[in-house]
């Protein structure tokens, strides 16, 4: 199981020094969540500071770039990381797409499926010259060798998708090369839809589920005394009253024992209490939805939850002052190790 660490696209002027912290504090990865900032470029400057780190979007918003425009910012890092790069893609949800970027939101699930074929037919155009891809949603079937970035001396970038429902999970696992699990992805929630989901996906394509990388953020709660574990318990738990005002995630509270969970966030969302939001998340929901644990018995933690099922483990809030975040690597080094 490889570790990564999770961040926030940085001002570009500090990239690769995170990249270089990343890669000596022992971390696998590292991945970018677009915001505010582009994903791509920091992921470009990160490859060229840190050579030995494996790079990911997770995830960068699929459609407001056309799948060639998204193919060729992948083919190019992956060519600069020598083939150490993921590309993983999510369609954000309506509001963002239509109102802030501008783009088409329709048919959201079978447009992302389409747009994950179209940039691998992208990738063999690349290498062939040929480009013929016609699906319902994108039509691609002009290529000159003038606007090709040509071949790389590297594998095709692997192309993960953000899946939460069924029919996106098993859409991973008939086109995709890894899911990205929502982080509020307990381990409830991977045994009832991620891993059978997947699988079944893969078995309708003719593949291995084997062959379909489970990637899976982490929320821990880490400290060697309760006082040192109450203030990262506090950010988790308003991170979490963040996510869970989604209605399209009100199913995995739901399931895990926590039935109205999303409908009480909202209540406080709209009447713009944000303090009110995080009391919804009580100590029983911290217990199901993050990893509390010692420096020390960490490492254990996350590999008896994780372990039989994620092949990427992303550390979601790692990121801190110096100290803390090489004790992160550490146990990053060590559990990628075993």
């Known amino acids: 199981m490889h570790v990564d660490v999770m961040t926030l696209p940085q001002h570009l002027g500090k990239a690769g020094e995170l990249a270089r912290n990343t890669q000596a504090a022992g971390f696998s990865g590292l991945l970018f969540t677009e915001a505010g900032r582009t994903a791509y470029l920091n992921a470009a400057i990160a490859s060229q500071a840190a050579p030995d780190l494996e790079l990911s979007t997770g995830v960068a918003v699929a459609f407001p770039r056309s799948p060639f425009v998204t193919a060729a910012a992948a083919w190019e890092l992956q060519e600069a990381t020598a083939g150490k790069f993921r590309l993983g893609l999510?369609?954000?949800?309506?509001?963002?797409?239509?109102?802030?970027y501008g783009a088409t939101f329709d048919h959201p699930g079978p447009r992302l499926r389409d747009y994950v074929l179209a940039v691998k037919a992208c990738f063999a155009a690349f290498r062939t010259g040929a480009l013929d891809h016609h699906g319902?949603?994108?039509?691609?079937?002009?290529?000159t060798a003038q606007w090709s970035p040509g071949a790389i001396d590297a594998p095709d970038p692997k192309v993960d998708i953000a899946a939460v429902n069924p029919w996106m999970l098993r859409m991973a696992g008939e086109v995709a090369d890894g899911v990205h699990v929502h982080p509020l992805g307990e381990p409830g929630y991977l045994a009832r839809h991620v891993v059978p989901k997947v699988a079944e996906g893969a078995g309708r394509a003719g593949r291995s589920a084997s062959d379909i990388a489970i990637i899976v953020p982490a929320m821990t709660i880490v400290g060697d005394s309760d006082e040192e574990r109450h203030q990262e318990r506090e950010l988790v738990r308003a991170s979490l009253s963040f996510y869970g005002s989604t209605p399209n995630y009100a199913f995995i509270w739901d399931e895990a024992g926590f039935e109205g969970t999303t409908a009480r966030i909202r209540e406080k969302q709209k009447a713009?209490?944000?303090?009110?939001?995080?009391?919804?998340?009580?100590?029983?929901?911290l217990a199901a939805f993050t990893t509390e644990a010692t420096w020390d018995g960490l490492g254990d933690r996350l590999i008896d939850k994780y372990g039989k099922v994620a092949t990427r483990l992303v550390l979601y809030n790692a990121l801190g002052d110096r100290e803390r975040f090489e004790r992160y690597g550490q146990i990053a080094r060590g559990i990628s190790g075993r």
């Not at 713009?272 to 929901?285: C, K, N, S």
């Open 90 to 100: 999510g369609t954000q949800v309506r509001t963002h797409v239509v109102r802030r």
């Open 136 to 143: 319902p949603f994108y039509d691609l079937d002009f290529i």
């Open 272 to 285: 713009g209490d944000f303090a009110g939001m995080a009391a919804q998340i009580t100590d029983e929901h």
